[in-house]
């Protein structure tokens, strides 16, 4: 069944290469469907299009629909061209004409935005709350492993001290930015397009307001052009906020994998969570971190992907939107999937307590000493060439009982202030 049907069948190789992995893709949004194809039932009787009996019927076969796909059961054979042509049969199947109305004021484009954006919103949800609890997690080993030191970096050069409390804190509170781009997503996706039809709206005296308070949108996509414009849009939006919880998850992932190295030897983990080498039995693989690595390197070009797609389309429907489904839908399962790995494997991490007695890091402590010598008078730059005169001659004598008390420093993690930022955030 095709919702396009006129008599006349498409050549198979055409049906193929224009349908493409959409049935698999639709099993995703099918209750997204169901939902709106339930508004949009209820706003038909409120206009006088369906009878209270026809409307009645209508929502009760769309809620057996819902429940077959909450079940799993739900299915879209090859015989049907898409979720909508689906549904469409099977409210024709147990109704009659009445299900044959469904449609009315409506298009298969207006259709899938309003599905899309209801999923993208419940995503968008599970992602904040992903999120949420990978910060929670942080900021929890942050305050745990406060006080065990850490070399800090720079060009990948030992630099300054730093610590385990600072480590886990920054990425925790990093999340809070990511989800400034989240939210942000969120807003474009709550606005209901529902009703812009084909991309022109209809001659059919609809209630766009009635349908945006039924499926508990914020507002409407007033202009039904605009509203056809947020196809891709809307998908777009939501790449970015992924990008940016992949580049820093990325990120912490890289760190993870040098510092389970034997030659930084700062944390491990059980062995459980490590991968071994067919021919080294001594291996202790990072599998599960190289794997969130490169996955979120793949979600950071997500939104090129999706831009390289509806980059230059003039305004109306084009069959080039069909495709940003497929970039979409299997980002935002990689995406939860990064998150919900890297909080379970995190909770085993094991932190060495005693890294910084090597004497290879004595030069993390050049600054502190230095400025212990300023803070007794010395000007800094003399303080500074005769710290650099230490080092070369090898007599520089590291001073290690630092004490670093500015807000966000090692010794001031600020943790309540980053969770009190979060809170505003989500």
Known sequence: MRLWDKGFSTDKKIDHFTVGNDRELDLHLAKYDVI??????????????????????????????????????????????????????????????????????????????????LYLKDELTEIKSATKTLFNLLLDLAEKHMDIL??????????????????????????????????????????????????????????????????????????VVAAQMGRGKVENATAFGMASIAATLSKLAMDICLYMSQNFDFISFPDELTTGSSIMPHKKNPDVFELVRAKCNKLQAVPNQLTLVINNLPSGYHRDLQLVKEIIVPSIQD??????????????????????????????????????????????????????????????????????????SLGNLCLEEIREKMNKTI
Not at 93 to 110: C, F, P, V, W
Not at 197 to 218: C, L, Q, V
């Open 36 to 117: 709106a194809s339930k508004a949009h039932a209820n706003m038909l009787g409120k206009i006088g299009l369906l009878t209270e009996d026809e409307t009645s019927s209508l929502v009760n076969e769309l809620d057996n629909i819902a429940k077959s796909i909450e079940k799993g059961t739900f299915t879209i054979e090859d015989s049907f061209e898409d979720m909508h042509s689906k549904i469409e049969y099977l409210l024709t199947e147990k109704l009659g004409d009445t299900g044959k109305k469904i449609h009315t004021a409506r298009s298969r484009n207006d259709q899938v935005l309003v599905a899309m954006h």
């Open 150 to 223: 850490l070399p800090g970096y720079t060009h990948l050069q030992i630099a300054m001290p730093s610590s385990f409390g600072l480590w886990f804190s920054a990425y925790a509170e990093s999340l809070i930015d990511d989800l400034i781009f989240i939210n942000a997503a969120y807003k474009v996706a709550d606005q209901n397009p529902l009703g812009s039809a084909a991309g022109y709206g209809s001659s059919f005296p609809i209630d766009r307001s009635f349908t945006t308070k039924e499926m508990e949108f914020e507002t409407l996509k007033y202009n």
């Open 335 to 408: 995406m939860r999937a990064c998150l919900e790995i890297l909080t379970f494997s995190l909770k085993e991490i094991r932190v060495n307590k005693n890294i910084l007695d090597d004497p290879k890091y004595d030069y993390l402590f050049s600054v502190d000493t230095l400025n212990e010598r300023v803070l007794s008078g010395m000007p800094f730059r003399d303080a500074y060439k005769k710290m650099g005169q230490e080092i070369q001659e090898g007599t520089f004598e590291p001073k290690r009982d630092i004490s670093h008390s500015h807000e966000g």
